[in-house]
């Protein structure tokens, strides 16, 4: 072959170590990320069954942020955790979805126990999930549970009913609050009904299922669409069970 002048001419061999190299590096990188993977993987499934055992009704989703996973463990420090769960139920009520998200997770040496700098979340209730708790714990509501006991909202912290029976039909209006583990419902309003109707639910106290970390409703607000409660907490101590 003949030479030109500014032709550089390579062989394939020399070639063949560079491209070696990158598949290699490429190859470790992909293993390096799969490990990082399955690594946050059973870390997600193992916070979520701690978080059961210290009290949760049933096992949530547990998604942990940020990449790489392992690097944050060797620091013993998560930047940040999400929880959620759908259809809570313990007792007379159904938590219909708990959202939660978990920052500045500090693990102690042995990885057993820590701190959570911040925890948010909220947990909402349908307006059905709290008629029937209404009713489970009224005991016979008569005529107000045939007449189905739709409920809706009335305001940032009342629900109402319009309850059509057979021998009268009206309307009424409950005050929603909570004191951490509890719903509590007052009867602050009626209209066309007997007064002896309303006698089982004019105040009721529905409890509510149990959070992990030691952790309750702080409040609670009536929207359109349901309940809504607020979660929270600041340095929130967690420990393994196992």
Do not use: C
């Amino acid at each position: 072959m003949t030479d030109y002048p500014g032709y550089d001419q390579v062989s394939p061999r020399r070639r063949h170590p560079l491209r070696t190299v990158i598949i290699v590096v490429v190859v470790l990188l992909a293993i390096l990320v799969g490990a990082d993977f399955a690594a946050k993987a059973y870390a997600e499934g193992q916070m979520a069954s701690q978080i059961q055992q210290q009290g949760f009704p049933k096992k949530p989703d547990v998604t942990i942020e940020g990449f790489p996973f392992l690097t944050q463990v060797m620091g013993h420090d998560l930047k940040e955790a999400k929880l959620s769960s759908t259809d809570v139920k313990e007792g007379p009520i159904v938590i219909s979805s708990i959202n939660a998200t978990m920052t500045g997770i500090h693990l102690n040496n042995s990885f057993n126990s820590g701190t959570i700098d911040h925890l948010t979340g909220v947990a909402t209730i349908t307006f059905s999930a709290l008629s029937n708790a209404m009713t489970a714990q009224a005991g016979d509501l008569g005529s107000l549970a045939d007449a189905g006991l739709k409920l809706s909202s009335a305001g940032p912290n009342e629900v109402k009913a319009s309850l059509d029976l057979v021998i009268t039909s009206g309307s009424a209006t409950w005050r929603v609050t909570t004191t951490g583990h509890q719903i509590k419902i007052h009867l602050v309003s009626s209209s066309g009904l007997p007064s002896e109707l309303l006698g089982a639910v004019s105040d009721i106290t529905i409890p509510l299922p149990s959070l992990p970390l030691g952790l309750s409703i702080q409040s609670i607000k009536v929207t359109p669409t349901g309940l809504v409660g607020t979660i929270s907490g600041r340095n929130v101590p967690f420990t393994s069970n196992s």
